[in-house]
């Protein structure tokens, strides 16, 4: 069956960089895209950005100049890394299944920024 | 960047109720092409993963309650839930994946 699931550091430092890692089954990189969507406690989610089945890659314009999304095909995994991290980057970060709809979501991770 | 409104932001609802909630877009999201509409409704409960409802406007995911139903074109959507039940309140958010994707900020459904 599908599966996502997201890992990396619950606590970082304000202007470090905050890298994370989604590793999916049940489906493969190279049919569907993945997108990273992030969701500050109590607010509604925030799009960041996709790779492409195809390897391109999309960003939401707001946070462009600090993201970058890659993957690994051969490890089933996609990653996020966003530079200058600040309190209001505090939230649950998601990786989700993308048809355009977001058919499947991982469990998500809670990413703390706070010194 | 499309913006996605929602209305109410929250609502109290008594079981059994007819319950509908507003998405508006400040732009179409019709793609002339296919005549699809490219928005998603979403329910999230505390604790969980947003989950998917409904695509292209009026589409059930699969697995999802016949008493859920999504409506409109264009700029203005509707989801409504016929009877709701004890186990539908949650928060409600619109997605358009017209251009890229934007969420609406939700719809909050408690109990009265």
């Known amino acids: 069956q599908v599966q996502l699931k997201e890992s990396g550091p619950g606590l970082v430092q304000p202007s470090e960089t905050l890298s994370l890692t989604c590793t999916v089954s049940?489906?493969?990189?190279?049919?569907?895209?993945v997108s990273w969507v992030r969701q500050p406690s109590g607010k509604g989610p925030e799009w960041m950005g996709r790779?492409?089945?195809?390897?391109?890659?999309a960003y939401n314009s707001a946070l462009k100049s600090r993201l970058s999304i890659s993957r690994d095909t051969s490890k089933n995994q996609v990653f996020l890394k966003m530079n200058s991290l600040q309190t209001d980057d505090t939230g649950t970060y998601y990786c989700?299944?993308?048809?355009?709809?977001?058919?499947?979501w991982g469990q998500g991770v809670m990413v703390t920024v706070s010194s | 960047d499309i913006v996605m409104t929602q209305t109410p932001s929250s609502q109290a609802v008594s079981a059994g109720e007819k319950v509908t909630m507003s998405c508006k877009s400040s732009?179409?999201?019709?793609?002339?092409?296919?005549?699809?509409?490219?928005l998603a409704w979403y329910q999230q409960k505390p604790g969980q993963s947003p989950k998917l409802l409904i695509y292209?406007?009026?589409t059930r995911e699969s697995g999802v309650p016949d008493r859920f139903i999504g409506s409109g074109s264009g700029t203005d959507f509707t989801l409504t839930i016929s009877s709701v039940q004890a186990e539908d309140l949650a928060v409600y958010y619109c997605?358009?994946?017209?251009?890229?994707?934007?969420f609406g900020a939700g719809t909050k459904l408690e109990l009265k």
């Open positions: 989700t299944r993308d048809r355009g709809l977001l058919d499947y």
């Open positions: 049940g489906f493969s990189l190279t049919s569907y895209s």
């Open positions: 790779m492409w089945y195809d390897g391109d890659t």
């Open positions: 732009q179409s999201l019709l793609y002339n092409e296919n005549k699809k509409n490219y």
């Open positions: 292209w406007a009026s």
């Open positions: 997605q358009q994946y017209y251009n890229l994707d934007t």
